[in-house]
């Protein structure tokens, strides 16, 4: 009797355009009863589109790990943070500390400080800390001028010390605003062009581009530095992923850019690159479609009396010390550890201000807000106290008339009595 065997191979082919394709073949093979192949038979079949889709879904699902394991990494660092704050501000509130005390005090502060920046970053990294207020209708084409001027020492002072020199030419037609967080935006840029630079270290040419096409607004970054292989190209945006060394922080520059990009709903990729020949990064934004909404203002002069406080936090040392740290601004404060505790003790007990955590167990944050806004209407301020930013729209939806980010001192948590 004949048998059949089968099996697939998938190879690489460059089409006469210099086009690459990913070709599955599937290779069947009938014997005789001798054992001889009498016919073979195979199909082709072009997957590439399929496969770049895969490896889109890989690359996007390892960097939402990521993100998530450094969103709660930053949680819990802010919480602890928290307490370190609290308890130098109860310190503080002594007289007469002695001189050493103090600067050690400050010393520690800007310690603080410095922990409290990495953690915003990190959250960056999550995704989490992204707040539709810092969003504003950028020049997309100034803004790259800028990131070129700001690169000036890295392109042209040191290259032309080394004996080598780097040629930029931009190309920037008139293109609609876009939407975006200036900082952010700005740091992928940055590191866009400092990579170009990076790949030219004999010297080279760079060219930039903007203008507009079907899918957006477009930014071309080209240089003709040292290229990418084809295993190089697919991870240019891993976390992690360099070819420069094992130095602290390497390898985090167009995976940044890739979440941040991504984040304002544009899209980043390698649009060609040669060993040898240099490379290509596009960057696209969508069109524009609404305007948004212009900063909150903070209001810093006004002034209240005494108020009636509830605080609600499972964390006992966080309820612990902002006891004494409101009770040091002159108002009254009852602290809860938990939704239902501090929703039982409004039932009974005027109150003026609530400050909650998010994340309780049992009834968390969320839940408590609902709660006092279907039971007291808007009669109750609400503050979140949270190491997570909270958007701007979320806000509004859930009636929230403040959000106080973890860490917080002292002197932000005057500013928010004063602001209500
Ligand atoms: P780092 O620059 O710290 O290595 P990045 O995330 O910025 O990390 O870039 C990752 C890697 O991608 C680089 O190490 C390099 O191999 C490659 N790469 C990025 N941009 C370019 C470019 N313009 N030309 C060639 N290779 C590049
Ligand atoms: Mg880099």
Redesign the pocket.
């Known amino acids: 009797m004949d048998s059949i065997a089968s099996f697939t191979i998938e190879f690489r082919i460059y089409t006469p355009e210099g086009e690459l394709k990913i070709i599955k073949c599937t290779i069947e093979s009938t014997f005789n009863t001798e054992d001889k192949v009498m016919i073979l038979q195979g199909v082709d079949q072009d997957v590439t589109a399929q496969k770049i889709f895969e490896r889109e879904l890989v690359k996007h699902e390892r960097l939402k790990a990521i993100g998530e394991m450094s969103s709660s990494i930053a949680h819990d660092f802010n919480n602890s943070l928290q307490a370190m704050v609290g308890n130098m501000e109860v310190i503080k509130l002594q007289k007469e500390l002695s001189d050493s005390t103090q600067i050690g005090l400050q010393n520690i502060e800007s310690i603080i400080s410095d922990i409290a920046g990495r953690v915003v970053a990190l959250q960056k990294f999550g995704n989490i800390a992204y707040a539709d207020s810092s969003v504003e209708l950028i020049d997309f084409n100034e803004l790259i001028e800028n990131s070129l001027k700001q690169t000036r020492p890295l392109w042209k002072d040191k290259k032309e010390k080394e004996g080598w020199s780097i040629t930029i030419q931009s190309d920037f037609k008139e293109i609609p605003r876009i939407r975006c967080n200036r900082g952010e935006l700005k740091a992928a840029v940055y ?1 866009l062009i ?2 170009s630079i ?1 790949a030219m270290p004999e010297g080279g040419n760079l060219s930039i581009k903007t203008g507009v096409k079907k899918a957006g607004i477009f930014a071309t970054f080209t240089d003709s530095g040292v290229g990418m292989t084809e295993v190089n190209k697919e991870k240019v945006f891993e976390p992690f992923f360099s070819t420069k060394g094992f130095e602290l922080g390497r390898g985090l ?2 995976s940044g850019a890739y979440r941040i990009i991504n984040r304002h709903q544009g899209d980043i990729r390698v649009l060609s690159s040669e060993v040898g020949k240099g490379t290509t990064f596009e960057i696209i934004f969508p069109f524009v479609k609404q305007e948004v909404a212009q900063p909150m203002v903070i209001n810093q002069s006004k002034s209240n009396d005494s108020l009636n406080v509830l605080w609600v936090d499972d964390d006992l040392i966080i309820t612990k010390l902002v006891d004494t740290l409101v009770k040091s601004i002159g108002h009254k404060i009852t602290v809860a550890n938990s939704g239902k505790m501090g929703l039982k003790h409004l039932e009974s007990n005027p109150c003026d201000i609530v400050f909650t955590d998010l994340g309780m167990p049992e009834m968390n944050g969320w839940e408590l807000i609902d709660a006092i806004r279907k039971k007291f209407g808007d009669a109750i301020k609400i503050i979140v106290v949270t190491g997570w930013e909270v958007e701007e729209s979320v806000k509004k939806e859930k009636g929230i008339d403040i959000v106080l980010q973890k860490p917080f001192s002292l002197e932000m948590l005057k500013k928010v009595f004063s602001n209500i």
């Open positions: 590191n400092k990579n990076e520059g167009m």
